[in-house]
């Protein structure tokens, strides 16, 4: 049976990436591991890791994308989470089974070659959740 | 110098503790390690550990708390990230200095002994912080 591993990560959207930074990095101390353009999101992202899990701050660069629609409406914040499990076409099949609403049908490829697909957030009590396998 | 070490938990506010657990638990097979009312926060919990980190759903019991305003307010979704560190008085002190807003300006006590804190989202790119020494 697909089983959840680990949180992946949590994603942050922020709206000005140095002043975040002040805080996650400078204040909390947090290591910066890099800051990352990912043209495939429209988003620069820096990565924080912690023990085997990360923090991610998403800052849009359009103001077309999912992510830049969110900050617009909803303000800087807690945006979602990622679950990583061992067999993602299972997991998959196994949520559309039950009846679990799927932004991506099928899973996608990110330019790393990981797998990985959200669930809608009206099937997870409002949280976006993204599932991801390496 | 005060480090942190690790991502205690997502709280996540949930507004129907069954359907909440449909998912995380049934859909997604995350082990449900607990249910626990916590008095001091007017609110009931559900522990899922997920490999040394939590998934925590909190679902108020009454209309009064912070977190049952946040829920009428927001609705359902992610609510804070818990930040384990090795020295909560340590990083409060280094944090005021740079004017970093708390909520707790002093460290409280859990029932089980445990220090925290909370961070103002104002100071934290719209995220609530709770810091967390064991």
Same mark, same amino acid.
């Given at each position: 049976m697909p089983t959840i591993q680990k949180l992946n990560h949590i994603a942050i959207v922020v709206d000005d990436m140095e002043r975040s930074l002040a805080f996650?990095? &400078?204040?909390?101390g947090i290591e910066l591991h890099g800051i990352r353009d990912v043209p495939a999101e429209k988003s620069q992202v820096a990565f924080l890791p912690i023990a085997g899990s990360e923090l991610e701050l998403v800052q849009p660069t &359009? &103001?077309?994308s999912g992510v830049a629609k969110y900050l617009a409406k909803r303000g800087p914040g807690l945006h979602h989470l990622c679950l990583e499990t061992d067999d993602l076409d299972g997991m998959m099949a196994g949520l559309k089974a039950r009846g679990v609403r799927l932004i991506n049908e099928e899973p996608r490829i990110a330019a790393d070659g990981k797998k990985y697909a959200f669930v809608h957030p009206e099937s997870a009590g409002g949280v976006l959740v993204e599932l991801y396998q390496f």
């Open positions: 996650w990095r &400078d204040a909390l &359009d &103001d077309e």
